[in-house]
């Protein structure tokens, strides 16, 4: 069964320190995508990067990059010099569905505080 | 784009009554969904429609749950003799599926409370 894992329930830095949000996941499958979220205090979800599994190239956007490795089955988003903006419950997701974009399986989220 | 859009932002109602929402997706997307978001936690796949046809429900979706895209546009989402346990946010997204399939992009939700 797919399971996805962010074991960081709150985190509150200071701004302009790096922070770590961890993923773990598990599926079966060999084909599967993996996903990051941001939902700040409006509500909405907010689409931040999608990964397939057979692309392990880390990905840098801005200052937000990510750190996918299979063989720890984990997809950690890191975010640097961070900013009060930044301030938002983060969910890392997983699909096994080819399309890639339905179904997805979400975790419990990590609150992210970045204080002035 | 306008974005997927849902309606009502929040609604309250007694436990026993029905309660209908509707998800307005973005106007080239074939794909809608419906999650539930409770507390503390993330959203969970209730069903979602390729065009007016339903592919697939979850079972969180109990009998009392019914959702319906008639012309392959707005969807709804209804729920019969509420309960206080289906208090959650219930998310609207969509998706367009082509070579290079569009990730989910949600709605701002629709937060019920039964009481």
């Known amino acids: 069964a797919q399971k996805v894992t962010q074991a960081q329930t709150e985190i509150s830095v200071v701004e302009k320190e790096d922070v770590t949000l961890d993923c773990v996941y598990e599926t079966r499958d060999t084909t599967y995508y993996l996903f990051w979220y941001k939902q700040p205090p409006s509500g909405e979800l907010v689409f931040l990067i999608r990964?397939?599994?057979?692309?392990?190239q880390n990905e840098i956007s801005g200052r937000y990059s990510w750190n996918f490795q299979k063989s720890t089955s984990s997809f950690n988003f890191t975010i640097t010099a961070s900013q009060v903006v930044d301030s938002a419950v983060y969910f890392c997701?997983?699909?096994?569905?080819?399309?890639?974009?339905?179904?997805?399986?979400f975790g419990k989220g990590t609150k992210l505080t970045v204080n002035p | 784009d306008t974005g997927v859009s849902q309606n009502p932002r929040h609604k309250i109602t007694k436990r026993g009554q029905n309660v209908t929402f509707r998800c307005d997706p973005i106007s080239e997307h074939n794909r809608l969904y419906w999650y539930r978001q409770t507390l503390g936690q993330g959203p969970e796949f209730l069903t979602y429609f390729q065009n007016e046809a339903q592919l697939e429900k979850s079972r969180l979706l109990s009998d009392r749950f019914s959702a319906e895209r008639p012309k392959g546009s707005f969807s709804t989402l209804e729920i019969q003799r509420t309960e206080q346990g289906d208090s959650a946010m219930y998310l609207c997204?969509?998706?367009?599926?082509?070579?290079?399939?569009?990730?989910?992009?949600f709605g701002n939700g629709t937060r019920l409370t039964v009481t």
């Open positions: 997204a969509s998706s367009l599926t082509t070579v290079n399939n569009s990730p989910l992009h």
């Open positions: 997701a997983l699909s096994e569905d080819e399309g890639g974009s339905e179904k997805l399986v």
């Open positions: 990964r397939n599994s057979f692309d392990e």
